[in-house]
Nanobody, 120 residues
């Protein structure tokens, strides 16, 4: 069992930056790939980024490539999402996830979510 707790969400102006963090407890996060998903009002939850369990490889959905960076710190049992050049369309609840594998978007565990609001 893994418990995931996100932090770092908030309100930011377009063009600004935020850093989301996800702290894991219970079973070590090092055995899982890490992921971030988001859900905007009235929309389905969508994949944003994933990082290999080793932290050595990453992948992103096209809309955030070049702006977002996912990272994993196995020593601190955590995953982070650095979000730069934020746009209003990035507004959503962001969820941390422990993935079954790096290449999959199947989720083993979810966090509770953190709100990110980007104003124009």
């Amino acid at each position: 069992q893994v418990q995931l707790v996100e932090s770092g969400g908030g309100l930011v102006q377009a063009g600004g930056s935020l850093r989301l963090s996800c702290a894991a407890s219970g079973r070590t996060f090092s055995t899982y790939a890490g992921g971030w998903f988001r859900q905007a009002p009235g929309k389905r939850r969508e994949f944003v980024a994933a990082v290999h369990r080793s932290g050595g490889s990453t992948r992103y959905t096209d809309s955030v490539k070049g702006r977002f960076t996912i990272s994993k710190d196995n020593a601190k049992n955590s995953v982070h999402l650095q979000m730069n050049t934020l746009k209003t369309e990035d507004t959503a609840v962001y969820y941390c996830a422990a993935l079954y594998s790096f290449g999959s978007e199947a989720v083993n565990y979810w966090g509770q979510g953190t709100q990110v609001t980007v104003s124009s």
